[in-house]
């Protein structure tokens, strides 16, 4: 750990004023302007002795990150929105990770980006991608083109999405599970429900939250699925490839559910996660190649604009069967 320390402190330089800026401007999110700001610096020469801290902060601060947001899930939530929730959320999971995988392919998109982009899309944005990232063994550039993919398609939806909503006649909890579940980020959940209507934001809010929660058996699977690709023997240890900060995840998340530590404690630990999020993002910056994120940028984007429309397309359908439009 001690050799970790110079390259972790180099990281928060660039952690802290993104923090502040994402504050500022919550629609663009503390994440994208700590990876911008990573970026940017990485051009310019540093000691060798930060590289152990700055991949400590981007692997290992990552996954710790995660455990800390399990403090402000709640369980309940699960119960308010019903089933009818839970078969639009299934169905547009199912849709994103279809959509990335089969445009990913014609794309030629390599299956790490493709995964990260399929499960910012059909699950959480930010978190999703930091969640899955270390399951995947992504690498920093992966995860640096899903960000700022998932970041494009947010900042429209806040704009998008309530005009259409308006157009179509959308009721408010048609709107809010709408938005709920085809709005990556929370922050761009919350700006566009409230800006449709009081009752649709908290909806669309608890959508999401509920949302998050797949982040779970995505992991699961994914890290199975990853073990079953990757392995070069008959030998299949479960032990070793289980992605065991999600089981850390969980037992925070019940934590809070349960309710036996203090609101203002569990509020100041998911507070922390993230702010870990934004100084893992910093480091992940540092070690992206910016003429490798330009000269590539844009079949990512195109593999997000197909998941993203597909995710909203679905949500609208399933939503007009069961009658909740």
């Known amino acids: ?11 928060f330089i660039f952690a802290i004023p993104a923090y502040f800026l994402g504050n500022l401007f919550p629609i663009i999110g503390g994440p994208v302007f700590a990876i911008l ?4 610096a990485a051009g310019f020469k540093r000691p060798a002795t930060f590289e152990p801290g700055i991949k400590f902060t981007g692997k290992k601060i ?3 990150s995660i455990i800390l947001l399990g403090f402000e899930m709640n369980l309940f939530n699960v119960l308010k929105i019903g089933s009818h929730s839970f078969y ?7 849709t994103s990770f279809v959509v990335a995988w089969s445009i990913g392919k014609l794309l030629a998109l390599d299956r790490c980006t493709t995964t ?28 640096a083109f899903s960000i700022s993919t998932i970041f494009l398609f947010n900042v429209i939806a806040v704009f998008l999405f309530p005009f259409l909503g308006h157009l179509i006649g959308m009721s408010d909890t048609g709107f809010g599970m709408w938005a709920g579940t085809a709005i990556n980020d929370t922050s761009s959940v919350v700006a566009a429900g409230y800006s449709y209507s009081t009752a649709a934001g908290s909806y669309a809010t608890i959508v999401k939250l509920t949302r998050a929660l797949m982040i779970v058996p995505a992991c699961v699977f994914f890290a199975v699925l990853t073990a079953r690709c990757n392995k070069k023997s008959s030998n299949f240890n479960f032990y070793k490839i289980f992605p065991w900060f999600i089981l850390w995840f969980i037992v925070a998340s019940i934590i809070n559910t349960i309710g036996i530590i203090p609101e203002s404690i569990t509020h100041l630990l998911g507070s922390a996660g993230k ?19 330009v000269k590539n940028g844009f079949r990512p984007i195109l593999l997000g604009l197909c998941c993203w429309f597909a995710v909203a397309a679905v949500s609208l359908v399933v939503q007009h069967v069961l009658g909740l439009i």
């Open 116 to 143: 990260l982009i399929g499960a910012g899309t059909a699950i959480c944005g930010g978190s999703a991608i930091a969640a899955l990232a270390p399951v995947i063994n992504a690498e920093d550039k992966d995860i």
């Open 275 to 293: 702010f870990c999020i934004i100084l893992a993002m910093s480091a992940i910056g540092l070690n992206t190649n910016l003429h490798s994120l």
């Open 88 to 94: 639009v959320m299934i169905f547009t999971l199912l």
């Open 37 to 40: 700001l990573g970026i940017l």
């Open 62 to 64: 990552l996954q710790y």
């Open 1 to 11: 750990m001690h050799n970790n320390i110079r390259g972790i402190l180099y990281t």
